[in-house]
């Protein structure tokens, strides 16, 4: 696969691409409002010892600027400025440690923002700028600090505040507003989602050159990582799953210390972050290198499944259309194996089908990889629109326990996921992901021809 040594174009979203963002937001604000948009703290890791820094995705979406305790202010029609950024004061000492930072003035040059100003002097500067405001933009409840600091701004101006002058603006949430513009991706964004799905599917490839029974979850873990970091994608978009045996029935397993064994499929779940765009990608692969009979079964029920929801991937159909197509199919194939028993309709109507396939087969996908925006619109599912990312990843688990004493031993213990990243067209829809083997006849050769590989290179040393 040439996807293996993928290397990357410079950046694809610039601070013009920001700025226009900023401008859409501004435009669907209410005249006399006023937002505020959080960025990110750093997080005690231990003692002295910070987490990595990883910027909101509200706040990056609207800035690029990846510095933590920074503020964005946005007022529409303000004469002074309609764009503000607050953050961290340039300082010699500090920079020398920690490294250098853009600071107020260069904040406003290189973000395109019409002021900046340092984050220490907010208290007196935001409490100004909120006064006489209509209505807060904010999301109350995700950055703790920052809303403790606004509801004491808004108690001191409601102190001071004279009979004849208005109310302070009640606090309404951002999120409908912004979230709904970063449903649907640009074509920059869509470029850059393909990137970040093209280099983890070749981090999927160098994992499935490791399967064997003499290496663990870790080892693959590992190499998921080292992989995405030659190919220019930093960090994981979430934590790996690499899940052998019984331990992919959990579906959020995230140990990786076990040892891989001969009899046992492996289920991978992993994708990297690349400037901050998120992928998502889920594969399963028999240890051994051949399906057994009962996973192979399993098998081809989940990848139907997953065949019948990406086709339900276009315009026209509503989100929750791929999982109702997804769970017909893995309804209908338990049955056949005979792990459920009745019709296929009543089984879904009364979530007896949830013991075997207990979550929902999309999410979006974004800058988060469970990301923003709403699923329904009033009481109905939204229909997909060209420019939405979803995943999908249909899965069956038959755990080892006493819930699923009558089944037969060849089923138990096994877990299986194929998911993949769509991106909505106006004509149907691109998978993200097609590049990484999802065929079964397809896998066992693929890591057939790679065991000869590494045979015959043991001849030869």
């Keep these: 696969m040439r996807l293996w040594n993928l290397r990357l174009i410079d950046p694809l979203i610039q601070p013009g691409d920001f700025a226009r963002r900023r401008r859409r937001l501004l435009d669907v604000m209410r005249p006399g409002s006023i937002a505020i948009v959080p960025g990110a703290i750093e997080q005690r890791r231990n003692r002295d010892i910070n987490f990595p820094f990883r910027q909101d995705s509200d706040f990056y979406y609207l800035t690029g600027f990846c510095e933590p305790d920074a503020l964005l202010v946005l007022i529409p029609g303000r004469d002074q400025g309609e764009t503000i950024v607050f953050c961290r004061e340039r300082d010699a000492a500090s920079e020398r440690r920690d490294g250098r930072v853009l600071g107020p003035d260069a904040c406003r040059l290189v973000l395109g923002v019409d002021d900046g100003f340092p984050v220490s002097d907010l208290d ?3 409490p100004g700028l909120l006064e006489g405001r209509s209505q807060i933009y904010m999301n109350l409840g995700e950055h703790l600090l920052w809303d403790h600091r606004l509801m004491r701004y808004r108690e001191q101006l409601a102190q001071q505040r004279s009979s004849e002058e208005p109310e302070v603006g009640e606090i309404v949430t951002l999120g409908h507003l912004l979230h709904e513009q970063r449903l649907i991706k640009s074509a920059k964004e869509q470029e850059l989602m393909a990137q970040a799905a093209q280099i983890s599917v070749a981090a999927h490839y160098h994992a499935l050159a490791m399967i064997s029974p003499d290496v ?9 990582h080292y992989s995405y970091r030659r190919q220019g994608a930093r960090a994981e978009a979430y934590p790996s799953i690499v899940a052998a045996g019984e331990n992919a029935c959990t579906l959020h397993y995230v140990q990786n210390d076990s040892e891989l064994s001969e009899r046992d499929l492996v289920l991978i779940d992993a994708g990297c972050e690349l400037q901050y765009y998120a992928s998502d990608v889920t594969r399963t692969f028999p240890v051994s290198g051949v399906f057994s009979s009962a996973q192979r079964d399993v098998y081809d029920i989940v990848l139907a499944a997953n ?31 005979g792990l459920l028993h009745g019709d296929p309709e009543q089984l879904i109507a009364q979530g007896d089908h949830e013991r075997f396939c207990p979550h929902k087969t999309s999410h979006w996908l974004g800058l988060d990889v469970h990301d923003v925006g709403d699923y329904r619109l009033g009481d109905s599912w939204r229909d997909l629109m060209p420019g939405m990312v979803l995943t999908v990843e249909p899965g069956i688990y038959i755990p080892r326990d006493d819930s699923t004493a009558e089944i037969a ?3 138990r213990g096994m877990g299986i996921r194929i998911e993949d990243a769509v991106l909505i067209q106006k004509q149907g829809c691109q998978v993200l992901t097609e590049g990484l083997i999802k065929e079964p006849d397809d896998i066992e050769a693929w890591m057939a021809a790679r065991a000869g590989k590494r045979n015959t290179a043991r001849v030869v040393a």
Excluded: K, S
Aim: proline content about 4%; hydrophobic content about 45%; overall charge negative.
């Design 124 to 126: 007196e500067i935001l």
């Design 307 to 337: 065949r019948a929801a990406i086709d339900a991937c276009r315009p026209g159909n509503h989100f929750n259309h791929p999982h109702e197509a997804a769970t017909l199919i893995l309804v209908e194939g338990l049955i056949e194996l």
């Design 216 to 224: 663990t979850e870790a080892d693959i873990e590992a190499e998921l």
């Design 409 to 411: 031993q060849a089923y």
